[in-house]
């Protein structure tokens, strides 16, 4: 059984057992984060940083930067992005693709919905924009954002692209993807925990998705080639 187990665990690919132990880091993070801060109510991080930036970091200028960051993860504007997104792939004739990034960000989407509905955490209070009436945890911005940004490094990671520019794009979109995370704190719509849940649970449902997406795939051609 032993040496069973011990050959069948070396076929295991290597990159599918790092994915595997961040997924379930990724997992234990954001319960961690929803037992403490919606469980247990330990707020005292995300009030310090509230009271760090509010003393060293916030500025009118800097306020209107961070507006604009963080409107290119709100809905209007990746309602739009991903319909581009979806007409790119359509005139590509990468139909497969158009069904992956549906089901990704649809996916997304609900999970957002229903673990603001279940955690059910307040919004900060004074906020620098128009306050929300929806709830705080996770932050859907963090959250939509990382998928969607990831999105596009995962289709331009496909493409015949230059690998060093490959490279260089996809590390500017998850800046950016963070730097829209940390908009939503710095504008107060957002505690810092709701926002690395929200990152956490983005990366989480990338690699999940990822890999069923992966299985169904080779699944199919399988049975195409049987």
Known sequence: MNSFTSKYFKKIPVGLILL?????ALIYIISWLAH?????????IDQSVF???RLHVISP???SVMKSVTFFASAAFLSIAYVVVFIVLYFEKLYRRMLEV????LGGFLIIYFMKIIFQRARPSDPLLNPL???SFPSGHATSGFI????LGFLLWKTTMNQNLKILIGIALIIFALLIGFSRIYLRMHYTSDVVAGFCVGAAWMILSAWVLEKLKKQSRQE???
């Open 224 to 226: 195409l080639n049987s």
């Open 36 to 44: 403490e801060v919606v469980g247990e109510k330990e707020a005292w």
């Open 20 to 24: 595997l132990l961040l997924f379930l």
């Open 102 to 105: 549906f089901v990704i960000g």
């Open 51 to 53: 009271e760090y930036l």
């Open 61 to 63: 200028g800097l306020t």
């Open 148 to 151: 969607f940004y990831g999105l």
């Open 133 to 135: 009436l929806n709830y």
